[in-house]
């Protein structure tokens, strides 16, 4: 998939296109049938992009902070895309400056650069100056440049529009059923295994503390089940996990942190990048009297987490 960096105006392209507007965090059931329309339209000679931007709006106009943290990095939103067929990724500096550009400068100079045949839009599509224009308004304003609109209906899960502030909000509740079932996969964060206090081998159970996720939502402190993928050339290995995400009170820990511990391995990772899939919430995070209360509990945890799974529990 080809990238392109864009702070005001897109390069021109000659390339017959068929376009999709929009932030596309997490590339929710929503998103999907949308590129479900486009590759249906597509002509053999066409390639499919998207005018993807870089922040979300709420976040750069108003500063509000539930609109900063994502369910996908800016190269999880790569890799998603490239694997629903996208060719081409615009990726739109949002700043304040872009936020000035009109309707009409919109489509008129920007989407007018880009030799497009049809734009694909869901039906609560806003866009311009003060998300002054709806799907409606595109249409209109495209059908003077000959260029096909299709606005797709809202996709509803239980009555509920499907947007990524509605699955951010289950993450950061720890619903992580809901979520998978929203996004048709776990929700997962990517990182770097970085090094730790070191406490958790002590203490029998040694945690991957997963570095370089500040980008990610964060999910509800708690105790999770969930898959680790390790990155591996040529094949990644998969473990099953616990995963402790939250501010660990018992060693009076001070910042938000996600650490793996890994169901029957044993190995160094550190460096190493890795995928932490959250499937189950299994219990809140507890400020115990004590280190041998926090090991009891976690033998608990690991007991419970094997019965789910069906693996045997190993300490006889
Ligand atoms: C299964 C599991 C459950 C945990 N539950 C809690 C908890 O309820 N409260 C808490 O303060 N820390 C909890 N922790 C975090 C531990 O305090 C932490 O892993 C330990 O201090 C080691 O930290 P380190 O890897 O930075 O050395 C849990 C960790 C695991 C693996
Ligand atoms: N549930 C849905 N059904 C159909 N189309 C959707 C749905 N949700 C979003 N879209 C469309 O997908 C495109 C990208 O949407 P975008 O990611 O900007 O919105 P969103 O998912 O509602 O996110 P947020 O909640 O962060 O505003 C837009 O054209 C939007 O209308």
Request: with cysteine; aromatic share 8%.
């Amino acid at each position: 998939m080809e990238t392109i960096e864009v702070t005001a105006l897109p390069p021109k392209n000659e390339k017959n296109t068929i376009l999709l507007i929009g932030k596309f965090d997490g590339l929710h059931l929503g998103h999907q049938q949308l590129l479900k329309e486009a590759s249906a339209w597509r002509q053999r000679n066409e390639e499919i992009a998207v005018f993807g931007f870089s922040e979300h709006p709420l976040w750069v106009l108003k500063g509000d902070l539930d609109y900063k943290r994502a369910l996908s990095s800016h190269q999880d939103k790569l890799h998603l895309l490239e694997q629903a067929g996208v060719n081409r990724y615009y990726h739109i500096n949002f700043t304040k400056e872009y936020a000035q550009i009109t309707p009409e400068q919109f489509v008129h100079e920007h989407i007018a650069q880009l030799n497009v045949s049809r734009v694909v839009v869901g039906d609560g599509f806003r866009f311009g100056k003060g998300g002054n224009a709806d799907a409606n308004g595109l249409a209109q304003l495209c059908e003077e440049l000959s260029i096909s609109v299709s606005i797709v209906p809202h996709i509803n899960v239980q009555h509920k529009k499907v947007s990524s502030t509605e699955v951010r909000r289950n993450v950061a509740e720890g619903r992580m059923e809901v979520v998978q079932s929203l996004l048709n996969r776990p929700f997962e964060m990517t990182g770097v295994v970085e090094k730790g206090e070191a406490l958790g081998r002590q203490l029998g159970f040694p945690t991957l503390n997963v570095g370089e996720i500040e980008e990610y939502v964060r999910p509800k402190p708690g105790v999770y089940l969930g898959i680790v993928k390790v990155h591996a050339a040529p094949a990644a290995e998969y473990y099953y996990t616990l995963i402790s995400a939250g501010y660990r009170p018992t060693v009076n820990g001070e910042s938000y942190k996600v650490e793996a511990y890994l169901l029957d391995f044993s190995g160094d990772l550190y460096d190493r990048t890795i995928t932490v899939k959250f499937l189950r919430y299994m219990r809140g995070e507890e400020n115990f009297n004590g280190l041998d209360e926090l090991v009891e509990q976690m033998q608990k945890d690991e007991e419970e987490a094997r019965e789910i799974l069906g693996l045997s529990n190993n300490e006889e």
